[in-house]
C-alpha cells in the first residue's frame, strides 16, 4: 500500500517502500517515478501545482518541463520541507546526522545556501515532528 507523503488539489506524492510517484489526481498519470535509498522522508508540492520536491537520501525536483534528481553530500539524509515562496523552499537535514543544518534552495537558479546548523535536537530521542 502507498504512503502518501504530499498532495494537493491537483497533485501528489506517494511512495511505496523506496518507489517515490507524482502522480496527476485527475488522470492518475504518473509525472514522475524515483527510487530512493531508504524510504523518502518528505514531500511538497507549491500552491499554484508547477513544482514538486522529495526529499530523503537525496533530493529530486520536478517541474512541469523536467525533473533533476541532485545527490549531495550536503543534502543527503533530509527530513522535512517547507515552502517559503514561488521560488524559494527549505530544507532540513536530519537532525539526529552528523550535520544537521537549515539549507534554502533557489529554484530558479538551482543555488542553494545553509542558514544555519540545526543543533537544537541533539541528545533528544527521535520524534517524526520536529520545529524548525
Known amino acids: 500500500m502507498r504512503k502518501i507523503l504530499y498532495e494537493t488539489e491537483k497533485l501528489k506524492i506517494e511512495h511505496e ?6 502522480i496527476n ?6 509525472l514522475l517515478k524515483d527510487d530512493f535509498y531508504g524510504d523518502p522522508d518528505c514531500g511538497l508540492i507549491d ?7 522529495i526529499g530523503g537520501d537525496h533530493l529530486t525536483i520536478w517541474s512541469q518541463k523536467s525533473w533533476k534528481r ?6 543527503k539524509w533530509i527530513h522535512s520541507l517547507k515552502y517559503v515562496n514561488d521560488n524559494i523552499f527549505r530544507i532540513l537535514i536530519d537532525p539526529w546526522s552528523e ?9 530558479k ?9 540545526f543543533n537544537d535536537y541533539n ?4 520524534q517524526d515532528q520536529v520545529t524548525w
Open 47 to 53: 500552491k499554484n501545482n508547477k513544482w514538486a520536491v
Open 70 to 75: 541532485i545527490e549531495n553530500k550536503d543534502l
Open 123 to 126: 541528545g533528544r530521542l527521535y
Open 25 to 30: 489526481k485527475s488522470t492518475n498519470q504518473i
Open 99 to 107: 550535520k544537521p543544518a537549515i539549507w534554502e534552495f533557489n529554484l
Open 17 to 22: 517502500w523506496e518507489d517515490t510517484f507524482l
Open 109 to 117: 537558479t538551482f543555488d542553494y545556501n545553509k542558514i544555519r546548523d
